[in-house]
């Protein structure tokens, strides 16, 4: 920035030398390659390193939570306290739902799964543009 507060310094003379200073800035600024894009991309590619990181950190935690649930729910109910033939049917079907839904948690956690697509469309997202003003803001 300060190279280009350094040239607007040098516009002087007559009337509208403010708002040409002014303009200059604003154009040095929002220029195709000046500082702004740089600040911009430099901010997006730090999110995108932190994000990545805090993603796999939250799909390693979420597979090892439903992992240790599965395991100890089997580990808990390997004989069954059931009397009657009904109950034992009843928690014969409890057991394959919950196997199957642990199936389901482990698919969306995995690499091209539902959460991993939700977390992608995060990444694109891009708010709408505010109103028609002039800005400093360059459109992508």
């Not at 002087?12 to 000046?34: D, L, S, Y």
Request: aromatic letters at 6%; hydrophobic letters at 40%; proline letters at 4%.
């Amino acid at each position: 920035m300060k190279p280009i507060y350094q040239e607007a310094i040098k516009i002087k003379g007559g009337k509208g030398a403010p708002k040409r200073r002014a303009e200059h800035i604003e154009g040095a600024v929002a220029k195709r390659n000046g500082v702004w894009i740089e600040v911009h991309d430099a901010i997006d590619a730090g999110f995108d390193v932190l994000f990545g990181k805090f993603e796999d950190q939250m799909v390693t935690k979420c597979g090892a939570v439903f992992d240790s649930l599965h395991n100890n729910f089997r580990l808990l109910c390997d004989d069954s306290e059931a009397k009657s033939e009904k109950e034992k049917v009843l928690e014969g079907g409890l057991r394959d739902d919950l196997r199957e839904k642990s199936l389901q948690v482990k698919a969306m956690l995995a690499e091209g799964g539902e959460i991993a697509k939700l977390v992608a469309a995060c990444k694109v997202y891009q708010a709408p543009p505010a109103g028609a003003s002039q800005s400093l803001f360059v459109p992508q």
